[in-house]
């Protein structure tokens, strides 16, 4: 038995993302993965992963509560279960390159 929202029913999806002004809002199917949502919130706060000029490197995180999303083909649906909105945070992190 499945806890997902029904497909045809939207989310609610609002992503927090400390140094920005406003969140990330949008309405997304349940079907949508938390892969297709993280191209969708960087694009929308124009922000990219990887190389950096300096030699670091850098990756976003999306987080449901203290949870990190690791598996970037897990639906909205699963992540919401019964709620029709997901409250969302993107976190950066940065390791330097070898010196």
């Known amino acids: 038995m ?10 609610r999806v609002v992503v927090h993302y400390p140094p920005a002004a406003q969140p990330y809002r949008k309405h997304a199917p349940p079907t949508e993965t ?3 949502l993280k191209t969708h919130v960087l694009d929308a706060f124009d922000l990219k992963e990887g190389p950096q000029p300096d ?32 409250q969302l945070k993107l ?5 330097q390159g070898a010196a």
């Open 2 to 11: 499945s806890h997902e929202n029904p497909p045809n029913r939207e989310l």
């Open 34 to 36: 938390v892969g297709q």
């Open 55 to 86: 030699g670091s490197n850098v990756t976003y995180t999306l987080y449901h509560g203290k949870t990190p999303l690791e598996n970037m083909q897990e639906t909205l649906g699963a992540l919401a279960g019964h709620s029709d909105e997901l």
């Open 91 to 95: 976190s950066q992190q940065i390791t």
